[in-house]
């Protein structure tokens, strides 16, 4: 038997990057392939949630994919892979983000488009392919989406993604709104998370120019409670830049049920934040109404920022 290729999405995974890693490794195997899905880090409580309610394994831990054959799911950008990129042979990437610090030695098989969420994209690859997903692999296709799309209240969100969730909510025997509400709110207890461990939940590094930083997002039903712990973040998110060598850090704190966030922002280029957001902080505090997708609202301003 051939040796097995690995699926997988980016580090400091979130639900889309774990399920669609799973549900893609399900469907490669199927048609002949012979995959495994890995995980890049550790799980977030939303994924544990899913994983638990779907009984299914968290993926095994891999940190370095020198050597080994590869699929990506879920990202593209070589700060957000795994160690050990150059030495790996990638065979097919899936995505929903924008492309950037990617290149391969060889071609390499691409679906790539713009919808909510990378479990979108391979539903649709199961549908092209003429299979259907078993039950508990559609329910962690339906996770993926609901987690992505906020419920479908993102302004990431399509068409193809609302219709996706509604047929794996019926193949997984789902319901899909009492479901959705339950499993985001599962993964916006934080009160066991220390400092650390919330700025790196759902953190991604990011080239612009001659920039480098670092956004990081986590959901909540309670702002102002995280807020109490401003002092210590700023000095974990300060330790962090030092370490990273980064010029910009932002940490987004989103209210997952009125659809807005606020965010510190720090560093020695955290003018490029007030920049990209028309405003000025109030105590290290960005005020950030209707935004809840670094995707699409967070990190467009801030590369328009930093090349103009």
Not at 85 to 97: M, P, Q, S, W
Not at 287 to 297: E, I
């Amino acid at each position: 038997m051939s040796k097995e290729i690995l699926v997988l999405g980016h580090k400091n995974p979130d639900t889309d990057s774990i399920c669609s890693a799973i549900a893609y490794s399900a469907l490669k195997n199927k048609t002949g392939a012979n995959t495994i899905p890995v995980r890049l880090g550790e799980i977030s409580k939303e994924t544990e949630y899913v994983l638990e309610y779907f009984n299914m394994e968290k993926p095994k831990l891999q940190t370095n994919i020198s050597g080994e054959s590869v699929i990506l799911v879920d990202h593209n950008e070589r700060t957000q892979t795994a160690d050990g990129f150059e030495e790996a042979k990638i065979l097919e990437l899936v995505d929903h983000h924008r492309i950037s610090n990617f290149h391969t030695d060889e071609p390499l098989k691409v679906r790539m488009d713009i919808v909510g969420c990378t479990s979108t994209l391979v539903f649709e690859l199961y549908k092209e392919a003429g299979l259907t997903p078993e039950k508990n692999i559609a329910g962690l296709m339906l996770s993926a989406i609901v987690s992505d799309t906020l419920l479908f209240k993102s302004p990431t969100c399509t068409e193809r993604d609302v219709k996706a969730a509604e047929e794996l909510a019926v193949i997984s025997e789902t319901n899909l709104e009492k479901y959705g509400l339950d499993m985001l709110i599962a993964g916006t207890n934080l009160d066991d998370k220390t400092n650390e461990e919330l700025l790196n939940m759902d953190m991604k590094v990011f080239e612009i120019d001659s920039l480098k930083l670092a956004v990081a997002q986590v959901s909540t039903v309670d702002i102002e409670k995280l807020l109490t712990k401003k002092a210590e973040l700023e000095k974990s998110i300060d330790d962090f830049i030092s370490k990273e060598k980064l010029d910009i850090f932002m940490f987004v704190i989103t209210d997952i049920l009125n659809n807005n966030s606020v965010a510190l922002a720090a560093g020695k280029r955290a003018d490029i934040a007030e920049k990209a957001f028309e405003q000025t902080m109030n105590n290290g505090i960005l005020t950030l109404n209707g935004v809840v997708s670094r995707k699409k609202q967070i990190i467009p301003p801030l590369t328009k920022a930093v090349q103009n």
